[in-house]
């Protein structure tokens, strides 16, 4: 005789499942505590647009309990009246029809294992588990209204007294974000281009992210990270630099241990499972894009900010220039630049070389003739803009700092369409050169 059975590991011991009461299986993850039922029911989940009660399979014929700290398997088992009831086991083993000889039939109501089967492949003894006689005798409900408005009950509560946290890593140590905050997830590549570190502080550098360039902060100086999680508040966007993201929790709002009196990178602590994770502070890493706080309940506002001004400094020749970030599309070390073989044959005095840059030939021009310098071979980064469409590059010594400018701190000479120098900006009472994108796009 054949038989359709579901097989699975109870500690040490195989039992199986008739599979016409198999609707279908999940590995457990999440599940909310509930009590007033038997002792071997130990919460609520909901799986599939389902919500059933979940059932210590153990403990609902035994003494023991199964270790629920560890992986565990639920098989959703069909009653009579097709209401689900969530078993859980300690490992699915197989899933197949075994060619089997019944030994025995158990008639006694209250025993669930009823059938014992001689598995002729492996030679050994497979025990039946039919839960159901079990189900009515201890009074454990499926499906029942109680458990419905006992799990809306709990999400509710859930909602009002929890926030949604982005965890990651860095090094050995976890963290945290607000979720609300997150844009998205980007892998570190090449179109990030570092800052000098006496400059820029927890600033490492910025990216270009599809049509924007964004700064890049660190959390850990020593992190090799390998992913940007960038987040926005205000209209503001930021990358942070991090090893990994693993998760998103729902921190119980009442256990989140602030940190009082700072303004530190990190505001509070969570405990999560055993792990301490330290919520990071947004606006230590944002205090330059001027965000405001709530006086009163210290949120941030999404809606009260000054207008600020993004403005990239770099060096040539040891000299400060500034050039409007709306127009730069991106920084790329030089010598990683590939030139085009036209490169050989360019006729124009600025241009240095051609290169290949997003399958587009690009002008990378040098402005020492313009700006009376000596073009030293030591201009380790090019600077991509686009003015009108038109995209061109420039030859730097180096990339000093990304700077968020107000209104005020920013002058302009009359001779905005034919210099290549169009004004200054004001930064730590410095005062900097800022170049006309236009006047370099015309050099090429």
Same mark, same amino acid.
């Given at each position: 005789?054949?038989?359709?059975? &579901? ?31 038997? #002792? ?18 153990? +403990? ?55 059938? *014992? ?43 009002? !007294?929890?926030?949604?946290? &982005? ?13 609300? *905050? ?7 590549? #090449?179109?990030?281009?570092? &800052? ?95 965000? *405001?706080? *709530? ?46 073989? #036209? ?25 020492? +003739? ?6 030293? +071979?030591?201009?380790?980064? #090019? ?5 009108? +469409? ?15 400018? !107000? ?35 015309? &050099?090429?």
């Amino acid at each position: 005789m054949k038989t359709s059975v &579901l097989a699975f590991k109870l500690f040490e011991d195989v039992f199986c499942f008739n599979t016409k009461d198999v609707e279908y299986v999940f590995e457990l993850e999440e599940y909310e505590d509930v009590k007033g039922f038997h #002792s071997s029911v130990i919460g609520i989940t909901k799986y599939n647009n389902d919500v059933m009660l979940l059932i210590d399979t153990a +403990k609902l014929y035994s003494d023991k309990f199964l270790d629920l700290d560890t992986e565990k398997s639920v098989v959703v088992i069909r009653d009579e009246n097709n209401k689900h009831y969530g078993m859980i086991v300690d490992e699915i083993t197989k899933l197949e029809e075994i060619e089997s000889v019944k030994l025995s039939v158990d008639l006694n109501t209250e025993d669930m294992v009823v059938n *014992h089967y001689k598995d002729r492949e492996a030679d050994e003894i497979v025990s039946e588990i039919y839960p159901h006689p079990l189900f009515k005798k201890y009074d454990i409900p499926a499906m029942s209204a109680a458990v419905v408005k006992q799990v809306k009950e709990s999400e509710a509560k859930s909602i009002q !007294n929890r926030a949604s946290y &982005l965890l990651f890593k860095i090094n050995d140590n976890s963290y945290a974000i607000a979720a609300k *905050h997150v844009k998205e997830v980007l892998e570190k590549d #090449s179109k990030l281009f570092t &800052l000098q570190e006496k400059t820029s502080g927890s600033l490492k550098g910025a990216m270009a992210v599809r049509d924007e360039v964004i700064a890049v902060a660190e959390i850990e100086h020593s992190s090799k990270s390998s992913d940007i999680l960038v987040i926005e508040i205000a209209g503001k966007k930021l990358g942070i630099e991090v090893d990994e993201v693993y998760d998103i929790e729902n921190f119980l709002l009442s256990s989140i241990e602030e940190v009082e009196g700072t303004s530190s990178s990190v505001d509070a602590f969570y405990n999560h499972d055993g792990d301490v994770i330290a919520i990071i502070n947004p606006q230590f890493y944002m205090k330059n894009i001027e965000i *405001h706080k *709530h006086v009163n309940n210290s949120t941030f506002d999404d809606t009260i900010h000054a207008k600020k001004y993004d403005y990239l400094i770099f060096l040539m020749d040891g000299k400060k220039y500034s050039i409007d970030m709306g127009c730069v599309r991106q920084v790329i070390e030089t010598e990683s630049l590939s030139k085009t073989q #036209s490169s050989s044959i360019v006729t124009s005095e600025y241009i240095e070389f051609i290169a290949t840059w997003n399958h587009r030939a690009i002008n990378v021009l040098r402005l020492d +003739k313009e700006l009376v310098f000596e073009c030293k +071979k030591d201009v380790t980064q #090019s600077i991509f803009i686009e003015y009108k +469409k038109h995209i061109v590059a420039f030859m730097v010594h180096d990339i000093d700092n990304i700077v968020y400018l !107000n209104e005020d701190e920013i002058t302009e000479t009359s001779s905005t369409k034919d210099s290549l120098i169009n004004g200054a900006i004001i930064y730590n009472d410095e005062v900097i050169v800022k170049l006309n994108e236009k006047y370099i796009a015309s &050099l090429s």
